[in-house]
């Protein structure tokens, strides 16, 4: 599975992007998608997750309120709808696929990376 993220930028804060992640090669229609990110200096961390169906989803308290998170399995793509944005929320953002069709937040069970994209956002 290649993973191809795209959709960053730079935003002021308060603003708006949304993120896609398209899929291609060997299907991961029946696998759980997430999106990590990783700012300078700090640690990847988890940022949101949906499960093989679309139908559950989970999100980091950080973010929880703000992104959404959805998938389109016709397409093979997951995307994640960012809104009121902090500068905190800068870093580099990439999706990954589970090894599962379950939720997780556990980026040790994500087998698929794609390259990352940049979002910063400008206070």
């Known amino acids: 599975v290649q993973l191809q993220a795209s959709g960053g930028g730079l935003v002021q804060a308060g603003g708006s992007l949304r993120l896609s992640c398209a899929a291609s090669?060997?299907?991961?229609?029946?696998?759980?998608m997430g999106w990590f990110r990783q700012a300078p200096g700090k640690e990847r961390e988890f940022v949101a997750g949906?499960?093989?169906?679309?139908?559950?989803?989970t999100y980091a308290d950080s973010v929880r309120g703000r992104f959404t998170i959805s998938r389109d399995r016709a397409r093979g793509t997951v995307y994640l709808q960012m809104s009121s944005l902090k500068p905190e929320d800068t870093a580099v953002y990439y999706c990954?696929?589970?090894?599962?069709?379950?939720?997780?937040?556990?980026?040790?069970?994500?087998?698929?990376w794609g390259q990352g994209t940049q979002v910063t956002v400008s206070s």
């Open positions: 990954a696929t589970s090894r599962t069709s379950s939720l997780t937040n556990d980026d040790s069970k994500y087998i698929y």
């Open positions: 090669g060997r299907t991961a229609h029946n696998n759980a």
């Open positions: 949906i499960n093989w169906s679309g139908a559950t989803t």
